[in-house]
Structures are given as structure tokens and as C-alpha cells.
């Protein structure tokens, strides 16, 4: 059975059709290596086994009465702790939701449920999403599959360890800068940031509202397209959702590239940081776009040098206002000890929250403070309309954009846990598509010479998820990356 629970939810999907397996077989194999594992890859915060097996049985029963299945049916699958699931825990790894239990389901979670998908458990995360290592989480360390000393990425290094070490098959994370793209870089899995707007954010825990959108995680892209496609689709309760018919995406992914325009950018493969290992596979992935009939161009965006800077000001603004619910008073944690209404405020949020929501949330705080919201908020967001509009001028001379995931391959935990800027510097590559609401992707590029996994980002127009996919499909194909998995 650890075998099947190896293979791609394509595969898993024609074994069940096939009745070579049932799906509470699948689901119940997936609980026991999720448990098997735990204890030293520490990437779920809890199991939803009655929930997984019930959407199991349903699925049996279907397959039972000869009755057409929904898209990935009885496949097993891990949310990220952010997002609602009812009668689940919905911590977002924080001390201040620890016992929090979700009244209602997040819309991707209905969809899920729906598509009688089995939800096996809440993923391990960085502290309300905020981190590029899983390691602040309140509870413990995500390790990372390909080597337990490394990182998995984050924010959403859970979801990707995950799928990397064959717990589940497929994983939902969120995406604020990075927090899919770079954990699916370091776990060696495809990990995918669709256009804002493209998935209803109702019922995700909000960090930057902005930025925030969910997105899937898969050992292949068919996978990850058809994961999209059930996720995806307008969503009244979110006001920020596009009313658009939803693709099928996997339609896509036999479609010629040959003329397709693929831009280089300039900024990321001449970056001093980049490893040596993953610039030599960025020049081999540019060697086999070129062999599949693609067209190389450089391309400079040249206000990509300030996402950095632009995001650190953005979406601590926008976690300032979004963690101020979370006060004591409603729900989570409240100290039991506060004199008066202010104390218990204070002592609430100040033993709820983790170093890094507290660092965040301060920055975001002064930055709109009264006599610094001209100059840090305002000109942020005036930066990023030139970022935006970079994006927008490259695309008129190109189909898709490329680059390293993350200029260097997974660190070892706790090599920056004492350096916030150098942690923040891992998500040069990614921050930018967030800025501008653009779908990107990471895809299995190669590995570095200590055999750890290295990722290659691939950027689309707004809404052209469907030539993304189909670029990093042929890409993916060509190679046999996606075929190895880390040996846990």
C-alpha cells in the first residue's frame, strides 16, 4: 500500500475506477504513515480521521453503484492549519488559537468535501503564515523530507513535507509571498500560487489580505492543474473573488510549446546570492525550453530589487490590522490573569503571539502610524504599481517569465532563526508575483550537489494559468525530477 500512496493522484484515481484498491483502503494507509512519520518530520498539528474516512466510505459507495466520480475522489488530501474546516482545530500554529475549533468550512473546504476528496489532517505552518522556514510555529519544526537537519520552507512547509514524504498525495497551502512556491522548491514537489482573486479566500485566517491566496500542492503538475481546477471558481462571501468560469486546466498539458516566448529575468540570475548549483540548473532548464522549440529572451523588470522592501512594509500593515481581532475577548486565548480590560489585552497578545507575529506586527503598526503612513504605506504602494506595471510590460513581449524558486536550496534549521533579514532575503524570487497578483509555480529543476532539491519558478499573466501548467508540464516531462521522491 506504501507503494500506491507513492504514485500520483492520476494513478491513485485509476486504481480506485479500477477496484484494485478501495478508498478507505487509500485513506486509512495515508492515516498510518501520516503517524508512522510524525514524530520526526512533525508536519501535521492534527489528524481529522473521522472526517477523511467518512468522505472515504461515500466514495466506496459511488464506485459500489457503478456512479461517475468527481475530480479526485478519494484521493487523500492535508489543509494547512489557516484554513476552516468544522469540528476541526484551526490553530495557524498559534499559541492564541491552540484550542480553537472551527464553527464553519472555509469555501475551498466545501469544495473539497464536495468532490468527496478525504481531508486526513491540518498541516503544520509558520505562525499565521508568517515565515520561510516552519520553524515558528508554536508547536514544533517542520523537518524537511529530503534531510531532517533541513528546513522544508515556508510558510506552508507542512502541507509541503507532506506531500514530499508521501503522507498524502496532494496538499492545499496559502501563499503570501512565497509561502507554496518555496517550500515545493525545498521539498522537491510542484507547488503552484494561482491569479489573486482565482480562489475564494473565505474561511482562510488572513495575514495579508492583499497577498494571501491559496494554491495547490502535488508530486505532478497534472495533479496540481486538476487540484486547482476543484479549488478554484467565484465565491460571493469573498469580495475579492473573480467571477470567471473555471478552466480545465489539465486540458492544457499536451499543447505544443514551440514559439512560446520564454522570459529569463535578468535581476535573479545575476543575483550575488545564487547558489552555484541552482544557477547551473536554471542554464539547463533554459537549455530545455530551447530544445523544446521555445524562444529565449532576457528580461529585466527593473523594479523587482524593491519587492523586498515593498512587501515588508505591505504585509506587515495589512497583518497589523487583520491579527487585531484576536484580542481575548471572543475567542482563542485569553490570559488568566489581567486586572482590567487593557491588561488583559495586552497580557493576551503578548503571551498568544510568537517573536515573529509580535516583530511583524509592530513593523506593520509604525508603518501606519500617524506621521510615517505618507512615507512607508502610501510610497509602498505607489512602488508596487511600478512593480506591477514591469510585469505587465514584460508580458507584452513574452509568454511566460523563469527563474530560480529560491536563489539556494534548503538551509539547516536554525541557520537564520537569529537573522530576520536573511530569512527574509529567501523570498527574493517570489515576492514579486504577490505584488502584482500574478499565477507562478515551482517544478522539480534538479538537485544540488548534498542531493537536495532545487526548484524552478515559471510566472504567467494574470488568468493564463492554463499556459503555465501547460509550460511547466513539458518542462516536468523531459525530466525524471518528479520521479524521485526523498527517502523517509
Known amino acids: ?26 485513506t486509512k494507509a495515508a492515516i498510518e504513515r501520516t503517524k508512522s512519520l510524525e514524530e520526526k518530520l512533525g508536519a501535521f498539528n492534527s489528524l481529522t480521521e473521522d472526517i477523511a474516512l467518512d468522505t472515504a466510505k461515500k466514495v466506496d459507495e459511488k464506485i459500489a453503484k457503478g456512479e461517475e466520480l468527481p475530480l479526485l475522489a478519494g484521493i487523500p488530501l492535508a ?19 491552540e484550542n480553537f475549533v472551527s464553527p ?14 478525504p481531508i486526513i489532517g491540518k498541516a503544520n505552518l509558520d505562525e499565521f503564515a508568517m515565515g520561510s522556514s516552519n520553524e515558528n510555529s508554536a508547536f514544533k519544526k517542520v523537518h524537511n523530507p529530503w534531510n531532517l537537519n533541513k528546513v522544508p520552507g515556508g510558510s506552508s512547509g507542512g502541507s509541503a513535507a507532506s506531500v514530499a514524504a508521501c503522507d498524502v498525495t496532494l496538499s492545499l497551502g496559502s501563499d503570501t509571498g512565497g509561502s507554496i512556491r518555496l517550500p515545493a522548491s525545498f521539498c522537491g514537489i510542484v507547488g503552484m500560487k494561482p491569479t489573486y482573486g482565482r480562489v475564494s479566500r473565505y474561511g482562510l485566517i488572513a495575514f495579508a489580505s492583499s497577498l494571501d491566496q491559496i494554491g495547490p500542492f502535488a508530486r505532478t503538475v497534472e495533479d496540481a492543474a486538476n487540484l486547482l481546477e476543484v479549488i478554484s471558481g467565484h465565491d460571493e462571501k469573498d469580495s475579492t473573488s473573480l467571477d470567471l468560469p ?23 540570475m545575476s543575483s550575488e546570492g545564487l547558489n552555484d548549483d541552482v544557477a547551473n540548473a536554471m542554464r539547463n532548464a533554459i537549455d530545455t525550453y530551447k530544445n523544446l522549440g521555445a524562444e529565449i529572451v532576457e528580461v529585466s523588470l527593473p523594479h523587482l530589487k524593491y519587492s523586498i522592501g515593498i512587501y515588508y512594509i505591505l504585509a506587515t500593515a495589512e497583518c497589523s490590522s487583520n491579527l487585531a481581532r484576536f484580542d481575548g475577548v471572543r475567542y482563542g486565548y485569553r490570559t488568566p490573569e489581567a486586572k482590567n480590560l487593557m491588561e488583559m489585552y495586552t497580557k493576551t497578545r503578548a503571551e498568544g503571539f510568537g517573536p515573529e507575529v509580535k516583530r511583524r506586527i509592530m513593523l506593520g503598526t509604525y508603518a501606519l502610524s500617524s506621521g510615517y503612513y505618507d512615507a512607508y504605506y502610501k510610497k509602498a504602494q505607489q512602488m508596487r504599481a511600478l512593480v506591477t506595471r514591469d510585469f505587465e510590460e514584460a508580458f507584452k ?27 527574509y532575503l529567501t523570498d527574493i524570487a517570489t515576492i514579486s508575483a504577490n505584488l502584482a497578483g500574478i499565477p507562478g509555480m515551482s517544478v522539480p ?20 494559468e492554463g499556459r503555465l501548467f501547460n509550460a511547466a508540464h513539458k ?12 527517502n523517509i
Open 79 to 97: 489543509l494547512k492549519d489557516n484554513m476552516n474546516l468544522v469540528g476541526s482545530r484551526t490553530t495557524a500554529s498559534s499559541k492564541i488559537l
Open 445 to 464: 529543476a534538479g538537485f544540488d550537489r548534498d542531493g537536495m532539491p532545487i526548484g524552478l519558478q515559471i510566472l504567467a499573466p494574470q488568468l493564463k
Open 1 to 26: 500500500m506504501n507503494e500506491l500512496l507513492r504514485k500520483s493522484a492520476a494513478e491513485q484515481s485509476k486504481a480506485l475506477k479500477n477496484k484494485e484498491v478501495s478508498a478507505v483502503e487509500l
Open 104 to 117: 464553519f468550512n472555509a469555501t475551498i473546504t466545501d469544495k473539497l468535501l464536495g468532490n468527496l476528496v
Open 475 to 486: 518542462f516536468e516531462r523531459e525530466h525524471d525530477y518528479y520521479l524521485q521522491l526523498a
Open 397 to 423: 513581449t513574452v509568454d511566460i517569465l523563469i527563474s530560480p524558486t529560491c536563489p539556494n536550496t534548503a538551509f539547516d534549521l536554525g541557520a537564520k532563526s537569529s537573522d530576520p533579514l536573511a530569512m
Open 246 to 268: 473555471v478552466e480545465h486546466y489539465a486540458a492544457n498539458l499536451n499543447n505544443d510549446i514551440k514559439g512560446l516566448k520564454v522570459g529569463v529575468i535578468k535581476e535573479l
